[in-house]
């Protein structure tokens, strides 16, 4: 217990003494021991890296995880060293309400059969991102987290360490300066004149004190000196080790872009896949797969039926001399109103009901329509063909 106190007092009083040092800094009142430009420079690039590497980390986890609720859950797991409770991803759990949907309208439909090979898409698509998802962590996140949690905190409890060292150096310092100031006032004291010799003992004696706490400072000096070098290599070779971490960051870095890579390129034949699928088997239904979405045509790489530039390139035919065919006219209700963009197009009102036919040289995403005495082009991907 008697050495618990002697240490406590100990400490104490070093902690007392930096803070004083490090007032008098902050004050100007006492010189400050400076590092290296050098080192300088390797403290500033490791609090770079740090905070980069933090914001980078932080930001990673919210495009793997958009969900804050989510994002929580799992650290909290993490914390607690479990496992996180396998659920499905939003893509799994649209791919599960397509085919039970379908299920329910009945699969033999044509909307039932579209929405199981599109719910099965999903599906596939959800797993895919899983995938992604877990490789991300692992060759990623992963060493990104480890550099903050662990090289970083030793990095910095050493920084912590050699600012101390620092602190005791330049106490030690000030010390010795104010011994010496001491010793020299104290020498030139004593009076070999002086009648009294009481007095010349007493001034002879402060100033051996004075000698002898000069020699104590300057071991003192010695020692925070010999402390202060071996920390600062110590921290040095730590801070140097920082071009190590960005080689295995920038490692780490291509494999998440080759991940994204396989990733988006699944995605993309899935999806293709898919087109490719309903065009086949609707293509008795409707003569694009996904009639009435108006925006099919441009998601397709195509030009849209919108642009009318791109149907004065397409289609060069004038309308007022084209004559409906004796056979092969159809009827066709309006999805949605529109505009027409020139004189050689229709202007259509949703529900009405018109008859449209095709004439050779047509671009395939229009048809001519015919509504009464009026007559001009009309956009397929706002018709619904009924017969």
């Known amino acids: 217990m008697d050495f ?172 010795l300066k104010k011994a010496k100031l001491a010793e020299s006032k104290a020498a030139a004291v004593p009076d070999f004149q002086e009648t009294r010799p009481r007095n010349y003992v007493l001034s002879a004696s402060a100033s051996a004190l004075w000698s002898e706490e000069v020699d104590k400072a300057e071991h003192e000096l010695r020692v925070a000196q010999t402390e202060f070098d071996r920390q600062a290599e110590v921290t040095r070779l730590l801070l140097e080790g920082i071009s190590s971490t960005h080689v295995n960051h920038l490692r780490c870095l291509h494999e998440f872009v080759e991940a994204q890579t396989a990733y988006y390129k699944q995605c993309h034949l899935h999806m293709q896949d898919l087109q490719k699928e309903l065009d086949s088997s609707n293509g008795d239904v409707f003569p694009n797969a996904f009639a009435g979405n108006p925006g099919h045509s441009m998601a397709s790489g195509g030009s849209s039926p919108l642009d009318p530039a791109s149907a004065v390139e397409t289609d060069t035919l004038k309308i007022e001399e084209v004559q409906a065919p004796a056979t092969g006219t159809r009827k066709a209700k309006v999805l949605y109103d529109y505009d027409a963009a020139d004189t050689s197009e229709l202007s259509l009102l949703a529900d009405e009901l018109i008859t449209v036919y095709t004439v050779p040289g047509m671009d395939s995403d229009w048809l001519v329509g015919e509504r009464g005495n009026q007559k001009g082009k009309v956009p397929v991907t706002y018709l619904e063909l009924l017969s």
């Open 4 to 175: 618990n106190v002697k240490k406590l007092a100990s400490d104490a009083g070093i902690f007392f003494t930096r803070a004083i040092q490090f007032t008098g800094e902050k004050f100007g009142q006492v010189e400050k021991t400076e590092l290296d430009a050098h080192f300088e420079n390797l403290l500033s690039r490791a609090d770079s890296t740090k905070n980069w590497t933090e914001k980078i980390f932080r930001q990673t986890e919210v495009l793997l995880q958009p969900n804050p609720s989510s994002r929580i859950e799992e650290f909290l797991y993490e914390k607690l060293d479990r496992t996180v409770p396998s659920r499905p991803n939003n893509e799994e759990l649209l791919g599960h309400y397509m085919q039970d949907a379908a299920k329910d309208f009945g699969p033999g439909t044509p909307y039932g059969s579209t929405l199981i090979k599109v719910g099965d898409c999903e599906r596939r698509l959800g797993s895919v991102q899983r995938e992604f998802l877990q490789t991300s962590a692992i060759g990623f996140l992963t060493p990104l987290r480890n550099f903050l949690e662990g090289d970083w905190r030793t990095i910095s409890k050493e920084r912590r360490l050699l600012e101390n060292r620092r602190l005791d150096l330049d106490s030690c310092k000030a010390r």
